[in-house]
């Protein structure tokens, strides 16, 4: 094999290999305890979305004091919640009580979800 031949060959490997390895980072998700968190607020929205990659995503409004937020309009929080957590968020949409989401962040989301953010429990606020 001459040397010409062992270059093209591995111009050729890192040409995949370069696209190869990011799309497996993304389809499995990288770092997925980027950040873990909760937020209190109440659910407003649970939906099942995807054509291929089914995924369960919702929305959780929290309410900040004027003082803080300058006005009264609600913030939304955008979320994905892991298959395990959807019935917990389903009930507590359905009981319009205010809930803390325990969730935890990606650094890269997988290919698979809409948000960096999975909920992966639901609390009662006392």
Same mark, same amino acid.
Request: charged share 20%.
């Given at each position: 094999? =001459?040397?010409? +031949?062992? /270059? %093209?060959? %591995?111009?050729?490997?890192? &040409? &995949? @290999?370069? %696209?190869?390895?990011?799309?497996?980072?993304?389809?499995?998700?990288?770092?997925?305890? !980027?950040?873990?968190?909760? *937020?209190?607020?109440?659910?407003?929205?649970?939906?099942?979305? /995807? #054509?291929?990659?089914?995924?369960?995503?919702?929305?959780?409004?929290? @309410?900040?004091?004027? @003082?803080?937020? /300058? =006005? =009264?309009?609600? +913030?939304?929080? !955008?979320?994905?919640?892991?298959?395990?957590? #959807?019935?917990?968020? *389903?009930?507590?949409?359905?009981? /319009?009580? *205010?809930?803390?989401?325990? !969730?935890?962040?990606?650094?890269?989301?997988?290919?698979?979800?809409?948000? *960096?953010?999975? #909920?992966?429990? #639901?609390? +009662?606020?006392?």
């Amino acid at each position: 094999m =001459t040397i010409v +031949e062992k /270059g %093209v060959i %591995v111009v050729i490997l890192l &040409i &995949i @290999a370069s %696209v190869v390895i990011p799309l497996t980072g993304l389809g499995i998700g990288i770092l997925p305890n !980027y950040s873990n968190g909760s *937020r209190i607020g109440i659910v407003t929205k649970i939906s099942e979305k /995807g #054509v291929f990659f089914k995924s369960w995503e919702g929305e959780m409004l929290m @309410a900040l004091p004027i @003082a803080v937020a /300058g =006005t =009264t309009t609600p +913030e939304v929080f !955008y979320f994905n919640t892991s298959k395990n957590c #959807v019935e917990k968020v *389903r009930e507590a949409q359905l009981s /319009g009580n *205010r809930v803390e989401l325990v !969730y935890r962040q990606w650094l890269f989301k997988p290919l698979n979800i809409e948000n *960096r953010t999975v #909920v992966i429990d #639901v609390k +009662e606020v006392k």
